[in-house]
């Protein structure tokens, strides 16, 4: 039994989560009347018998996907079966009958789940195809630390099925995005990386995708704005389209980090406009969001983030009742301040105690401000934040006067 190129092209690997994502088309009746559709990213609803393997997949049954083509004899359904359920001995069978193009895919997949130590070779692939084996030698490229050959091979990727297969190229070029990211931060280019992909998704069904390639670039254009307007605008439009998919229930992850993202973003605009104070109100919303998926015990990093981010915002958010909001970042600050360690990050620790001394000054609750404050001056000086001792120096003085004079009042 011989292979060398496979019966149905082009096919929709790459676009569908694993194990779908590798999964092959036979040469069914029908076929032709449905590949659209998958290229698509859309799941027909009359999908042929012979295709139910393919649907039980994409849905996660992957026992009863693995059933439905047991008994099939053909090439195409002994690699599928191969990516639905694996092991080292039925590789060794299939990789000496399988060649060409259908060899190299069951490399591919042998090599992303630990079976092989290197990828295959370019070979007989074209289009797409090629394409998959051009991200498994990248993912090679990338552990051995050899960025330019990495990103080499993906620019070449997406090229080669950017015609063939689009919503393959688009999520290459999310991978290509994400991966220059890592070795050198936002740039434009990763603006345009991720402009193009949204463009070729524009008509897919791959909602979930386009929705994080929104939010993707969202973090590029809020990673570039250095606190300018434009930019942090065109970061919370980002956010906006991801969080008309995103949602707490079915994505909480992705949700609570565009919520986060979106409540920094506001917070970050300079006060210019009448408008910008409804803006502050819309990030303290979005930020109490995000803290709806992240909790202490769940998400800590994130919760702390998120917390003290609100934290400050209530702070310092423009309002008719500012004592209730500066009651309400004390509250914040206390929690934070009870799992924080002054042992294991003491300069966080201190800065948090300073915000909550700052918060409490402004209430004019001097007697609990001046301990907390003098006890963060202590840390910053120990640790030389020169620049963060003398601020607080200034509180405590100011602090002084006030209370010299007869002016505070007691606790919270």
């Not at 490399?107 to 290197?118: E, K, Q, R, S």
């Not at 670039?217 to 704005?225: F, M």
Request: with cysteine.
């Amino acid at each position: 039994m011989t292979t060398t190129t496979l019966a149905v092209t082009p096919q929709p690997i790459g676009i569908f989560p694993l194990p779908a994502g590798y999964l092959i088309l036979p040469p069914v009746e029908g076929i032709e009347t449905v590949l659209p559709g998958l290229m698509q990213g859309q799941v027909p609803d009359d999908l042929p018998d012979s295709l139910e393997f393919f649907r039980l997949a994409l849905a996660g049954e992957i026992d009863a996907a693995h059933r439905s083509i047991a008994a099939d004899e053909t090439h195409e359904a002994a690699y599928n079966r191969f990516v639905l359920k694996s092991s080292p001995e039925n590789y060794a069978t299939l990789s000496r009958v399988f060649k060409g193009e259908l060899r190299q895919l069951l490399d591919v997949v042998a090599y992303t789940i630990g079976y092989l130590a290197m990828p295959p070779r370019r070979g007989q692939a074209q289009c797409e195809r090629l394409a998959m084996i051009l991200m498994a030698q990248a993912t090679d490229a990338l552990e051995r630390d050899d960025g330019e050959s990495t990103v080499e091979l993906l620019v070449e990727a997406v090229e080669l099925c950017r015609h063939v297969s689009p919503l393959f190229a688009a999520q290459i070029l999310g991978t290509l995005a994400q991966t220059k990211y890592a070795q050198s931060g936002a740039s434009p280019a990763l603006v345009q990386h991720y402009q193009d992909a949204i463009k070729l998704l524009e008509s897919a069904g791959l909602t979930k995708i386009r929705a994080e390639m929104w939010l993707n670039l969202g973090i590029v254009y809020h990673d570039l704005a250095n606190g300018r307007r434009g930019a942090l605008l065109e970061a919370v439009k980002c956010y906006q389209q991801a969080l008309s998919v995103l949602t707490r229930d079915k994505y909480p992850e992705a949700y609570a980090l565009a919520q986060s993202n979106l409540g920094l973003a506001y917070l970050a605009m300079p006060l210019q406009e009448a408008g910008d104070q409804l803006r502050m109100a819309i990030a303290v919303q979005a930020l109490r969001e995000a803290l709806q998926v992240y909790t202490p015990e769940t998400y800590p990093e994130q919760w702390a983030s998120a917390q003290l981010n609100l934290a400050n915002a209530y702070q310092y958010l423009p309002s008719t009742h500012p004592e209730e909001n500066l009651i309400q970042a004390v509250e914040l600050y206390e929690e934070l301040l009870a799992v924080r360690r002054r042992s294991s990050d003491p300069v966080g620790y201190a800065r948090v105690l300073a915000n909550q001394g700052n918060a409490l000054a402004h209430l004019g609750i001097f007697t609990q401000a001046a301990p907390k404050l003098q006890e963060a001056r202590s840390i910053f000086e120990a640790h030389g934040e020169t620049d963060a001792a003398a601020s607080i120096t200034g509180v405590l003085d100011q602090i002084n006067f006030n209370m010299s004079n007869g002016n505070g009042h007691g606790a919270v």
